[in-house]
């Protein structure tokens, strides 16, 4: 059951960060490819300040925000002016610099040997996980309400039109590299606070958790789920990181001599749920104008087909089990 | 509002300028005409007083009556929040938002897309409603809650998201190419209508010379990147530069 809550938790966490590059690339058209960056400075000041420095968590979630906020804002002027190759680049070089400095600066982070251990920021006795659990729910519920009014408004609408034809845009009166630094800015300091919260998620923290796979993870997410659509992150962690590494992982009914191999068959099933919707379905599950009902009907078709698919296997099987039972029977009469 | 050029100059290429007017004034009479060969330099001058593109010498400044803007260390969103727009030659659009919506980007005041307004139910105006109802009833277009399908009609979006902007000085950058005969008159009517009321001074730069014997008060030639000669369209009818560079007599 703990197990169970610190996955759903980190479900969550990927959510959140999901939401965020939703804004910065499925709206903006910002590639971020240093997610992981963002949300790993927040997780490790966070930590660092609270272990190091004994600061409260609502403190040290202030002063890294700040911090961050800044730090974002400078990198935004510098990069977002450029060719989006130039933004991909320059993130995932931002990403590699902090990953780095959790490394070398051991006087702060203790370097690889790891740092901890970080409390949890609701201390009820007994209740801790679920209180952070609940949290990161708020949290997460928040930012998607937000969504689907920013698919709705005017400054949605800006950001799309900025996506689509920035220079269009601008001749239109539209500060368009306000827009995207502000946004920028905002996006990145939440994905920090997702990284303040992980911090007590994981407890004791190592420079092996800031690595870019979370941000592929979160990448393929977006893609997968839908990068237009206010539900695409939401739907495309469920399918990445919910079916696979929770409930496959975790909860799948395989046995022992089988199970060293779950892990490699998941990245195979990643990657060929990747290319079969970037071949099939480019915009991902949900295109932007995926509506409720078509969700709904999607979901239900879904099970619909489970259910069909496994009640065909069991009378299959059933039907050879008694053919065989016949035919033993016919054998044994002779 | 006019628009002075002065010592203005582009080149991409140390001493083969694109465009070198040493002196020149737009927007005098109302309506006015630039006309002149390909690659005269008709766009790149329309770019230049838009800043979308930055000049390698010279400045321009924008008359408004009382105040005189330099444009020079202005931004392409500042100069239309002045109310200096220009029109696109080639077809320029947002793929992703339908006429309605493209023209409600439009029509938003300037920084009215706020973070707080996401929470505020901000995007249907009553007054922009009414305003974008009467464009879309004397502008027919296919679908107007759908995408904009063909040339002509994202020609035409893009005239109209320029006019609901309510510029007070509209560039033209040959605006016939790729609408529809109908469509180009009921155009320039507005834009006839906008002129006589005082509400902008329009320069509409075009290969149909028709068009501009018809409408313009005064024309402008460009050729080789310079300014050849410029008078009312009866004076540039009869110039022998002209006859010879354009129009081929």
Known sequence: MAYLLFSLSLLLVYIGLAQMLHVQFGLLGIPNFGVVGFWGFGMYFVGVLQVQLSMSFVDAMILSSVILAAISYGLGHLILRLERQAILCATIAFSAIIALLVVTEKWATMGVVGLGTIRYPLRVFGAEEVLHFTLLLVFVIAAQLYLHRLHGSRLGRLMIAIRDNEELAASLGKDTFRVKLHAFTITATIMGILGGLSAALNQFLTPNMIVPSITFAVWISLVLGGKEHALGPMMGVFVTFGIF??????????????????????????????????LYRPSGFLDKDTTPADILGGILRAIAATLGGVITALSVTAKGVETLAAKTKKDDDA | MKLHMQGLSKSYHAGHPVLDVPEGTLGEYGLEGLIGPNGAGKSTMMGLLTRRIAPSTGSVTLEDGKTTHRLNPLKSHDVARLGLVKTNQRIQGFESLTI????????????????????????????IETEIDAYLARFKFDDPDGFAKSGGEKKLLDILRCMILKPRMLLMDEPTAGLPDDVTQEVMKLVGEKVKAKEMTVVIVEHDLELIWKHCKYVHFLSEGAILFHGTPKDVKKNRVVAEKYMGI
Do not use: W
């Not at chain 2, 929470?119 to 007054?127: G, N, V």
């Open chain 1, 245 to 278: 590494d929770i409930f496959i992982e975790t909860y799948a009914p395989v046995s022992p001599e089988f199970a060293v191999l779950v892990p490699n068959i998941k990245l195979f099933l990643y990657g060929a749920l990747l290319v079969a919707v970037l």
């Open chain 2, 100 to 127: 309605r919506d493209s023209l409600r980007l439009a029509a938003t005041p300037f920084g009215q897309e706020t973070y707080r307004g996401v929470l505020r139910d901000t995007t249907m105006d009553a007054a």
